[in-house]
């Protein structure tokens, strides 16, 4: 019997994982707040070792004729998905602004319309994947693009529908099924995203959610050798477990890690315009993991650059990210509240000085003030560590050879940025140690290009034919031009 449905902000959704085209409830939940307000929003279906058992066979049953439809057939089914999600755009926004924290105008502006293109464009894309022939004198070969299997996903809480829309796109278009297990502080829109599914008429099995939290249901799902791959974009520490339950099976998995990105402000840079930029760290309460959380500034423009960016950073509003003018919202969770905080008072407590916020915003207890700490060495904990949070440190550098030594100076190596004049700039992000680099701009994305990070921010590469690489298994059938004859001679 599936869970009445819960209401949330107005939008009716299900409390129930979604398992080979059925709502199944669990006999175990676990209890959902909103960041906003610490509101408890339902009681969610928690994934036990049987419905992670359910999800993988219902998955690999509906493989068999999933991955036997052209490309163009599953498109069909695709496109008819993405406008199902367009149909429940605003029920996508406000759950997602609820559970997540999200701006609900980033949402509507920017996130919905993504969250289709991931499945409209990859479903498009994929028809580019046709055999390819490479013909040689002995043979031809027929180059195949195969689907691997049953594809595990799992996502954070940070942007939860972008991100499993993201993988769900090349992994369904390239003849995968999938169980998507998504983020237990945020997991309301991964449920929507199975309506639409089921509305856009997805043969039962090729999508599953199963929701829960990452010991208890994630955990069983990765490492169950029958998984053909792992998609997973989180934090490094869980990458390390999923990457050896993975390596237990030789599995294959892509991992979207943390970052710690700089934010270089050369001497020839418009500060005005990276100031501006700058401030725009702060958005999503700063748990964004492409953010340049470090700010590198050279020693001669600092002064002014820091003067510019107060003055932006003095007019952001924080509150509920329901509200349009809202600019900064809640930090998702107490624990994370506590954990930067913890940041903030060890790096006082080791001399770094605080030039704006540090403390913790009035609107609520999930709200803190936007932060930039100074006076910090390359070696500190908060330069060094992701604090993903509202908090940013500033540090200066002579000449480009230090600001390159100090933003590859960390183990991360996700993103980046770099204000200069224009040739200048490109030369030093060339030299930036990193899975991207963004010049005189910020955050401008593509579906066809790689996104992914080095070092200990990930492995593997996601955008464009990155993806299908991933998702897919690469066969070449060879035909010999000559009729062949065995032989021992033959070499
Ligand atoms: P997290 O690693 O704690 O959790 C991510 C997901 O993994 C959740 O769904 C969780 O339930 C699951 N999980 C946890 N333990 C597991 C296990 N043993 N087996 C299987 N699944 C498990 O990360 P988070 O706190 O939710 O998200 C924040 C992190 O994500 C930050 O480090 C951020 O930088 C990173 N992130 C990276 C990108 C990117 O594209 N590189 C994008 C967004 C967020």
Redesign the pocket.
């Given at each position: 019997m599936p869970s009445a449905l819960i209401d949330v902000a107005g939008v009716q959704v299900s409390p129930d994982h979604y398992i080979d085209g059925q709502r199944i409830a669990s006999a175990t939940t676990f209890e959902l707040f909103s960041p906003i307000d610490q509101q408890v929003l339902g009681h969610i279906a928690e994934g036990e070792a049987e419905h992670v058992e359910a999800a993988i066979v219902a998955a690999e049953r509906a493989f068999t004729s999933w991955s036997a439809l052209s490309a163009a057939q599953r498109k069909v089914y695709l496109d008819r998905f993405s406008e199902e999600i367009g149909k429940r755009a605003d029920a996508f926004c406000l759950l997602e602004s609820t559970d997540a924290g999200v701006l609900l105008s980033r949402m509507r502006h920017g996130v919905i319309n993504r969250a289709k293109l991931n499945i409209s464009w990859f479903a498009e894309h994929a028809l580019t994947l046709q055999d390819r022939c490479l013909e040689t004198e002995q043979a031809t070969h027929h180059i195949r693009h195969d689907p691997a299997g049953v594809a595990v996903i799992?996502?954070?809480?940070?942007?939860p529908l972008m991100?499993a829309t993201w993988k769900l796109g090349p992994a369904l278009a390239a003849g995968n099924t999938c169980i998507v297990?998504?983020?237990?502080?945020a997991p309301l829109t991964s449920s929507l995203l199975a309506d639409a599914a089921h509305a856009a008429g997805l043969p039962a099995g090729v999508l599953n959610i199963v929701q829960?939290?990452?010991?208890k249901?994630?955990?069983k799902?990765?490492s169950d050798p029958r998984i053909a791959r792992i998609s997973?974009?989180?934090?490094?520490?869980?990458?390390k477990?999923?990457a050896g339950?993975a390596a237990a099976n030789l599995v294959p998995c892509s991992l979207?890690?943390?970052?710690k990105s700089a934010f270089i402000v050369l001497e020839d840079a418009d500060l005005d315009n990276a100031a501006a930029t700058a401030a725009l760290m702060y958005r999503n309460a700063g748990?964004?993991?492409?953010a340049g959380t470090r700010l590198l500034v050279h020693e001669r423009v600092a002064e002014r650059f820091v003067a510019a960016m107060r003055g932006y950073v003095e007019n952001l509003v924080v509150g509920d990210p329901r509200d349009p003018a809202t600019e900064v919202g809640p930090v998702i969770h107490p624990r994370?509240v506590e954990r930067i905080q913890g940041f903030i008072e060890r790096a006082v407590s080791s001399g770094a000085q605080v030039l704006w916020g540090g403390d913790k915003h009035s609107y609520g207890a999930q709200y803190l003030q936007p932060t930039l700490i100074g006076n910090v060495e390359q070696a500190d904990e908060i330069v060094q560590n992701?604090v993903?949070g509202p908090v940013l440190t500033l540090q200066t550098f002579s000449n480009d050879a230090q600001a390159v030594a100090m933003a590859n100076g960390t183990d991360f190596g996700?993103g980046g940025v770099c204000y200069g004049e224009t040739v200048h700039a490109t030369a030093v992000a060339q030299q930036v140690r990193t899975g991207f680099i963004w010049v005189n701009s910020f955050g401008i994305r593509d579906l066809a290009a790689p996104?992914?990070?080095i070092k200990r921010?990930?492995i593997g590469r996601?955008g464009g034919d990155w993806s299908f690489e991933f998702f897919c298994d690469v066969k070449d059938v060879v035909v010999p031009q000559k009729p062949f004859r065995a032989s021992f001679s033959q070499r």
């Open positions: 799992i996502t954070p809480w940070n942007s991100l297990k998504p983020p237990e502080w829960g939290t990452g010991a249901t994630g955990s799902l990765v997973f974009t989180g934090s490094v520490p869980t990458a477990v999923i339950a979207e890690l943390g970052g748990q964004v993991c492409l994370q992701e993903f996700l996104f992914g990070g921010s990930g996601e």
